[in-house]
């Protein structure tokens, strides 16, 4: 790879970039079990994308007090951490949710890969700092909540799974970091916070009505139960 260059301006001026309110950027279905037959049924979990904004993490910094250019080999890891929810089983498998997934922040697109999400990957960069400076190398780190809920296809027909007599949807919160592979250095160290603007979507998870847990099917209701989902109660 090429040394990294010096950056500024719009987007990389601040540690910070927050978004106004959490808007949804992507939305992921999937089954969670599927069973044919006259008693058939299934369950749906869907999780809610949210973007909560992104900061730039601060990898290490390099100071040259030579008269010439130095050049230093530096590293940087991509991976997503899970730092809310991590004792929920239902979100032990969330990387593959953002696997692929495209987002608009700021005035680009982000498609994230295999290497943020799924699994992890250690890059080695070469930094030329000019004599006198102090370079220091920043990681893009992007910010998401996550709200899973869910969904009952029986008697046929689709219904949202809601609270234990009460409509409130049962859920499973979750928090998501991905350290991505975008990085940049600066001569100066980053400070304070700015606001970008993400690129909303519309749901297009259809059901019925919602359907209060206990009324559910009893294998939706165990499923659920044993898998730590917040079930809200009166």
């Known amino acids: ?42 369950l749906y979990a869907v999780t809610n994308i949210n973007s909560d904004g992104y900061y730039w993490d601060l990898v290490t910094s390099l ?17 997503l951490k899970v730092t809310v929810g991590t004792e929920k089983e239902l979100n032990a498998n969330l990387g593959l949710e953002f696997k692929g997934l495209s987002v608009g922040i700021g005035a680009s697109t982000k498609t994230f890969s295999q290497t943020e999400t799924t699994d992890s990957k250690t890059y080695t960069e070469e930094i030329t700092v000019p004599p006198g400076t102090t370079a220091y190398l920043y990681q893009k780190v992007y910010r998401f909540k996550t709200w899973m809920w869910f969904i009952n296809d029986a008697w046929a027909e689709l219904s949202r799974v809601g609270g234990w007599q009460n409509y409130s949807p049962t859920h499973v919160d979750g928090y ?16 304070g916070s700015g606001t970008v603007s993400a690129d909303i979507i519309t749901s297009q998870v259809d059901f019925k009505w919602t359907r209060q847990f206990n009324n559910t099917t009893e294998k939706c209701q165990e499923y659920l139960q044993s898998h730590g989902a917040t079930i809200p109660s009166s």
Not at 14 to 36: A, D, Q
Request: net charge negative; no cysteine; proline share 5%.
């Open 176 to 191: 998501v970091e991905i350290h991505a592979m975008e990085w940049f250095s600066s001569p100066t160290e980053l400070t």
């Open 1 to 42: 790879m090429p040394d990294i260059p010096w950056r500024s301006g719009a987007g990389y001026d601040h540690r910070e970039y927050t978004v106004n309110g959490t808007p949804l950027v992507g939305e992921v279905k999937k089954t969670l079990y599927s069973i044919s037959g006259n008693s058939g049924q299934s």
């Open 63 to 79: 100071k040259n007090d030579t008269t010439g250019e130095n050049k230093f080999t530096v590293s940087y890891t991509t991976e």
